[in-house]
T-cell receptor, first 111, second 115 residues
């Protein structure tokens, strides 16, 4: 089954609201990353959290990692229309040289 | 500095033809990755290069797919005898070392349509 599954699959909110996306994974990891993709093109790296970290902030982004539950969440505060995109979590597999991406979550922020 | 570039941006080909997709990674990045993304789906790992060697080719879907990297820089993904199910966006990424140490920087992708 999929390593790195985002939940919900789609989210629609109003500008100014917070958006929370969750990611679950199955194997042990060294780190977990979140990426954003606009219009089905290249992905942009947002934030990386290592397995020994529990929380990380970057601007309006807050990421948490719970290795005991094998889950992570991405919180976008005070959302903007420009945050409309698909968001992916990606995990290594604790020794593998590749990242495994989830199917992504489509966020729509309505102005 | 310049990011990852890919060419062509779009490619339309007929079933059975061969195609070559090119990726120029960020200068100095030793690791290079190819992914495939079908419409509305996540990224499917294809192959990973460290320098010119490919330690992990496990994602290549069939022997019609091959990739090479020369001079530790440019990489070419070749699809022979294309099939309609090969239609997808092909994404390339590079990083300065192994993935769990560094983030990956993606190119804009090549959108391939096989008629």
């Amino acid at each position: 089954s999929q390593q790195g599954e985002e939940d919900p699959q789609a989210l629609s909110i109003q500008e100014g609201e917070n958006a929370t996306m969750n990611c679950s994974y199955k194997t042990s990891i060294n780190n977990l990353q979140w990426y954003r993709q606009n219009s089905g093109r290249g992905l942009v790296h947002l934030i990386l959290i290592r397995s020994n970290e529990r929380e990380k902030h970057s601007g309006r982004l807050r990421v948490t990692l719970d290795t005991s539950k094998k889950s992570s969440s991405l919180l976008i505060t005070a959302s903007r229309a420009a945050d409309t995109a698909s968001y992916f979590c990606a995990t290594d597999q604790g020794g593998s040289e590749k990242l495994v991406f989830g199917k992504g979550m489509k966020l729509t922020v309505n102005p | 500095g310049a990011g990852v570039s890919q060419s062509p941006s779009n490619k339309v080909t007929e079933k059975g033809k061969d195609v070559e997709l090119r990726c120029d990674p960020i200068s100095g990045h030793t690791a290079l990755y190819w992914y495939r993304q079908s419409l509305g789906q996540g990224l499917e790992f294809l192959i990973y290069f460290q320098g010119n060697s490919a330690p992990d080719k496990s994602g290549l879907p069939s022997d019609r797919f091959s990739a090479e990297r020369t001079g530790g820089s440019v990489s070419t993904l070749t699809i022979q005898r294309t099939q309609q199910e090969d239609s997808a966006v092909y994404l390339c990424a590079s990083s300065s070392s192994s993935p769990y140490q560094e983030t990956q920087y993606f190119g804009p992708g090549t959108r391939l349509l096989v008629l």
